[in-house]
């Protein structure tokens, strides 16, 4: 995908292990793996180990007086969707009530009809505080520890497993993080070693770890660096950049950054993050590789500083509406499942959409400041841009209405894929399906040809993300994320934050801390229930519901430390010129800043607003 390279630069690849460094990580993880396991782990082992099994016993017992095993088939129904609904914290009577047949079948339940009736009339029979009661009772007790002494021996050694699989993923997470920061292996080569420690523990099986490794995500990655490299070939990034910097009187790297900024960060409320980050990544590359080739010399600062502002643009916008992820969506379902609580979409963006005016400019001035590039006039690199496309013939070829086209085809099955594609082929297609067969069809329109997909695609960038994916796979499956979430909790509720703004304060970090290490989507479906949770307990039936969802989803797009953290890091990261430390320059402080804007809002805007139904918190 680089145009211009004066000589082949060294990156991570290159490098053979550091064992001195690499020590640190594996240390951390033997050390965790040989400590005590300590009680709440093996709450956490049980809950998810036996947990299902001990819940559904507990509520048959409950509310019909008889074992499972008794039940007849719609008795036995009405158990599972007590269960979910314990599981999602729902405890009131008339959300149970509410549950239409569609609600129930998605959840997994298999009911007809009439069974679902005879669920509710069932449910009749009980007082709305009976009922709750019940369903608390079997939630507390499923949270705050099972009963140890009631349990069998078969039972017992399956709560020792899983107590052990959450070492294991918190152990990973410590070796993860620990290889990221030291760099003393090949970062690819780290998502290998992901999959390895989950075979060795036991969470994955070799028929189901190459699955997860080539997941969607990882198709659509794949898909991305390859239609990027469309753009570069026949120099549809040449004319974007034209387009988007040409009229600047003066093109200076701040003035660039800036409009890169409000570009991408608005689009990414409409569009994904991956598409954008794969579209403007070789925008970038040719902004640095022309202003070389006119200046005559290297900057890798000004190279870093461009790669980083795409990446971060790219996760500014994208909670702010539920076009945006599906992060979004997740956290609006728990919230109608778990309290009745209904957000919608203009709702959504009218609480939301302010927080980017603030956090555009904040980037923008985080980046400038952490990078500082000797070649700041950006000038020479677009006359180098308008000499290209004048040689060209000026005129968009046919190559290049060719590349747009089918860019501008895959866009539209993006964004249709779920409603519209759906209807019309009855196939559920997925973004990562899609973005390979647009990357099949650069192919059969003589664009490109496969050395080209060999040699331009960072193949390592590939194997990074999908190695994301299993560690998001590796914490959900195990209870390690949940146990995370729980752990800084309990941190943070003796310091006077476990109520109010310091509540949802709380739930952010959580948040904010998990989605550095897992993609936004798993983090919202592992944090979402907890931090709901805490906030329908400390403040039943108040506006601190629908704004824990928002800010929750909100909390999820502060990846900006850790390459895997989401899609457009790892995309940016294919460009050669960033290291983990890179986003860490910049990430670390946008981490705190944009934090404090949320919080700021929530406590001026969202507390003026309320929320219509609702009580103030």
């Known amino acids: 995908m680089n145009r211009v390279r004066k000589q082949e630069k060294v990156t991570g690849y290159d490098r053979y292990i550091d064992w001195k460094l690499f020590c640190i990580p594996f240390g951390l993880l033997i050390l965790m793996l040989l400590m005590p396991t300590p009680n709440s782990m093996i709450r956490v082992g049980a809950e998810y180990s036996i947990g299902p099994e001990y819940l559904r016993q507990h509520l048959a017992q409950e509310v019909f007086q008889k074992d499972l095993e008794t039940l007849s088939r719609w008795q036995n129904q009405m158990v599972d969707l007590l269960a979910v609904s314990v599981n999602k914290a729902s405890f009131k009577q008339k959300y149970f009530l509410e549950r239409s047949l569609k609600w129930v079948h998605k959840s997994g339940v298999n009911a007809s009809a009439k069974n679902l009736e005879r669920m509710k009339a069932m449910a009749r029979t009980m007082a709305p505080q009976a009922f709750e009661a019940i369903l608390k009772g079997a939630y507390d007790t499923l949270k705050n520890g099972i009963p140890f002494d009631r349990l069998t021996q078969a039972q017992r050694d399956k709560v020792e497993n899983g107590a052990f699989k959450v070492k294991v993923a918190v152990g990973t997470v410590l070796f993860v993080v620990g290889c990221f920061m030291t760099e003393a292996i090949p970062l690819p080569m780290v998502a290998f070693c992901i999959g390895i420690i989950g075979m060795l523990a036991g969470v994955f099986n070799r028929t189901n770890v190459a699955a997860i490794y080539w997941s969607d995500a990882t198709w659509f990655i794949m898909g991305s660096l390859m239609f990027a490299t469309a753009f570069v070939k026949t120099g549809v990034d040449r004319r974007i950049a034209l387009l988007m910097f040409g009229r600047l009187k003066k093109p200076t790297v701040r003035w660039i950054t800036f409009i890169v900024i409000l570009i991408i960060s608005p689009l990414t409320m409409f569009m994904s993050d991956h598409a954008l980050a794969a579209m403007f990544l070789p925008i970038g590359i040719l902004l640095y590789s022309t202003c070389t080739e006119a200046s005559g010399r290297e900057d890798p600062e000004l190279a870093k500083m461009l790669m980083i502002t795409i990446a971060m643009a790219c996760n500014l916008g994208g909670s702010l509406a539920p076009s945006g992820a599906a992060r979004n969506i997740i956290m609006m379902s728990y919230a ?6 209904d957000i919608g979409f203009g709702q959504w963006v009218g609480y939301c959409a302010p927080y980017l005016i603030f956090v555009m400019p904040i980037t923008w001035l985080v980046i400038n400041w952490r990078f500082k590039p000797s070649l700041t006039n950006l000038g020479p690199a677009m006359n180098v841009v308008r000499q290209q496309i004048n040689m060209g013939g000026g005129k968009w070829s046919r190559q290049q209405l060719l590349a747009v086209g089918i860019f501008l085809v895959m866009l539209f099955c993006w964004i249709t894929e779920k409603n519209l594609l759906l209807e019309l082929t009855g196939i559920r297609f997925g973004i990562g399906v899609l973005a390979v067969m647009g990357a099949i069809a650069y192919m059969l329109a003589g664009i490109v040809n496969w050395r080209d997909y060999q040699t331009k695609v960072d193949w390592g960038v590939v194997w990074l993300y999908a190695g994301a994916i299993a560690f998001g796979k590796l914490l959900t499956d195990t209870g390690g994320a949940y146990w995370i979430a729980s752990f800084v909790v309990d941190l943070v509720v003796p310091l006077g934050l476990g109520s109010g703004l310091g509540l949802l304060l709380s739930g952010n970090v959580i948040t904010g801390l998990m989605t550095q290490v897992m993609a936004d989507g798993p983090t919202c479906a592992a944090v979402g229930p907890v931090t709901l949770a805490m906030s329908g307990i400390v403040h039943p039936g108040t506006s601190m519901i629908p704004f824990t969802a928002m800010s929750t989803a909100m909390s999820s797009s502060l990846a900006y430390c850790l390459i895997i953290g989401t899609p457009p890091n790892a995309i ?27 919080m700021l809002m929530a406590a001026t805007y969202w507390t003026w607003l309320g929320w219509p139904g609702l009580a103030s918190y």
């Open 572 to 598: 940016v990261y294919a460009s050669g010129y960033l290291g983990q430390k890179d986003y860490l320059r910049a990430g670390f402080i946008l981490f705190g800043t944009n934090l404090a804007i949320m």
């Open 336 to 341: 109608q499942d778990m309290f009745g609580v």
